[in-house]
């Protein structure tokens, strides 16, 4: 698509379409060893611990200031080149050696940032926004970090450094089904193979990779199985691991900050991020894409950060309960059923990232900003369906984002003077399941949660006292039968809603 440059402010003409400048490189957070992105590498091969991915050109971003970048990308939003309408916007912080026609772009990011009504605000007493996640393409927050992957991958396969791929994940649903539709828009390129706990995802999510295409394997136990399972094959075969353990998914995650920063005119004094945790990789990126913006000078203060874990699924919360850092020690935990489904792991392979960027981000704040609270099932439930009756449409998992606001305030993480924005990570569809067994009284035992007949709402079935008036394709109502059926249902649902 054309674009006249002539419209746009001389002084960012030469920026408003980038183009391939940085240099990329993998960084081991366990012994530092460095390797370049020529290759399908998750792990370091020296010590296996994960990786984070730099620049080397990085000091080149801070020639530009950070007003200049505000503008430029600004400006850049009144671009039609489908390749920066997405994530890479944000391309020399996301992806910058990546050209524009390697770039995948099936409308991810830019979500939308809704306020909460009147009566969420002085339900919970402070100010605060849905950021929403779930109307992504695959209806997950997953796309940002799969369109950055899928993107470094047909990078590789443009410049002829591999050929055929297989990809493939371990997943509690949400990673699959972004995996699978991202990868099957490369045709035959890329094929992909999803793993799954069998039994221990919705049917919504199921059908995702199924219908994009996807070899899809149900494995016995929970998603840390399926994990360590695939960890083992990207370690002995030649395929492209699509988890977030790849560092290319946490370079896309962090669009969530840059554009977060943009909608509030990059003032982040007194913001506060709430972000579900389960494998660890989300909080990792929000963090490190504020600080990418925060050194380049694009916003002038941190947000605050604070993570929310479920009390069925909680290592993270449980490492930073010790204040003494020199006493913390990670210990993975055995988790329980837990509605907020897509964040039941218990052993993040993320964590190292959490731990290093969550010290950089303090030091950088000059006082502790990174936080994780706790929740009970029960707020996930109740919190959840109270937003969604209040105007949003936020999974189980932005619910437990709402009671770990809530939780938050309690414990004096938040005041009044705050403005808050929560992270519903995917559409509420994907987890209807578990709203339509807390309406019906049928959620197990195990999830300990009881229904509260505040909430409940189920259909009530309307239908003529007179078997001779139900109308049926098979045998149709003749005028003046229908004529009686369509006064009789109205005059039983006028009585139903008191008119």
């Known amino acids: 698509m054309n674009t006249n440059l002539n419209?746009?402010?001389?002084?960012?003409?030469?920026?408003?379409?980038?183009?391939?400048?940085?240099?990329?490189?993998?960084?081991?957070?366990?012994?530092?060893?460095?390797?370049?992105?020529?290759?399908?590498?998750?792990?370091?091969?020296?010590?296996?611990?994960?990786?984070?991915?730099?620049?080397?050109?990085?000091?080149?971003?801070?020639?530009?200031?950070?007003?200049t970048w505000q503008r430029i990308f600004d400006y850049r939003k009144m671009l039609k080149i489908p390749a920066l309408k997405g994530i890479y916007r944000y391309h020399e912080f996301i992806g910058p050696s990546i050209p524009l026609e390697s770039i995948i772009y099936l409308g991810e990011g830019h979500t939308p940032l809704v306020e909460a009504n009147t009566t969420l605000q002085e339900k919970t007493g402070l100010k605060f926004?849905?950021?929403?996640?779930?109307?992504?393409?695959?209806?997950?927050?997953?796309?940002?970090?799969?369109?950055s992957a899928l993107s470094s991958i047909k990078y590789l396969i443009d410049r002829g450094f591999v050929s055929e791929v297989i990809s493939i994940c371990a997943s509690t649903g949400d990673t699959s089904a972004s995996a699978a539709l991202y990868a099957s828009y490369l045709g035959s390129k890329v094929k992909s193979a999803v793993l799954l706990p069998h039994k221990k995802v919705t049917s919504a999510q199921l059908a995702q990779p199924l219908g994009s295409g996807a070899r899809v394997f149900e494995i016995p136990g929970v998603f840390d199985d399926c994990?360590?399972?695939?960890?083992?094959?990207?370690?002995?075969?030649?395929?492209?691991?699509?988890?977030?353990?790849?560092a290319w998914r946490i370079l896309g995650q962090e669009s969530y900050s840059y554009e977060i920063a943009q909608d509030f005119d990059w003032d982040m004094d007194k913001k506060v991020v709430m972000v579900p945790i389960g494998n660890a990789g989300n909080i990792s990126a929000v963090m490190n894409g504020f600080l990418k913006f925060y050194n380049a000078g694009i916003i002038n203060k941190l947000p605050k950060i604070i993570g929310v874990q479920s009390e069925h699924a909680d290592p993270v919360y449980r490492y930073y309960l010790e204040p003494d850092e020199g006493k913390r020690k990670f210990i993975p935990v055995q988790t329980q059923p837990s509605v907020a489904q897509a964040a039941m792991i218990g052993n993040p392979v993320s964590m190292p990232r959490v731990i290093q960027i969550a010290r950089e981000y303090d030091a950088a704040s000059g006082h502790r900003n990174v936080f994780v609270v706790q929740v009970k099932e029960q707020q996930i439930m109740d919190w959840q369906l109270t937003a969604n009756q209040n105007g949003h449409i936020t999974c189980t998992q932005?619910?437990?984002?709402?009671?770990?606001?809530?939780?938050?305030?309690?414990?004096?993480?938040?005041?009044?003077?705050?403005?808050?924005?929560?992270?519903?990570?995917?559409?509420?569809i994907k987890f209807s399941g578990f709203q339509d067994l807390y309406f019906k009284g049928e959620l197990a035992?195990?999830?300990?949660?009881?229904?509260?007949?505040?909430?409940?709402?189920?259909?009530?079935?309307?239908?003529?006292?007179?078997?001779?008036l139900i109308p049926s394709q098979e045998k149709p109502l003749g005028p003046s039968q229908f004529q009686k059926f369509v006064k009789d249902v109205s005059e039983k649902i006028a009585t139903r809603l008191g008119l």
């Open 227 to 246: 994990m360590k399972v695939v960890e083992h094959l990207s370690s002995n075969y030649p395929v492209a691991l699509l988890n977030s353990k790849n």
């Open 445 to 468: 035992e195990a999830y300990g949660i009881s229904s509260d007949s505040r909430f409940i709402n189920l259909p009530d079935f309307i239908s003529p006292d007179d078997p001779e």
């Open 7 to 67: 419209l746009f402010p001389e002084d960012i003409r030469p920026h408003i379409i980038p183009s391939p400048k940085g240099e990329l490189y993998y960084k081991c957070l366990g012994c530092g060893a460095e390797y370049g992105i020529e290759e399908l590498l998750y792990v370091c091969p020296a010590c296996n611990e994960v990786l984070l991915i730099h620049d080397r050109n990085k000091d080149q971003l801070n020639a530009i200031s950070g007003e």
């Open 129 to 147: 926004y849905y950021k929403n996640d779930g109307q992504n393409p695959s209806a997950s927050f997953k796309d940002r970090g799969m369109a």
């Open 398 to 428: 932005g619910g437990e984002c709402l009671a770990g606001m809530v939780q938050a305030k309690a414990l004096d993480l938040v005041d009044e003077s705050e403005t808050v924005i929560l992270d519903a990570t995917a559409h509420a």
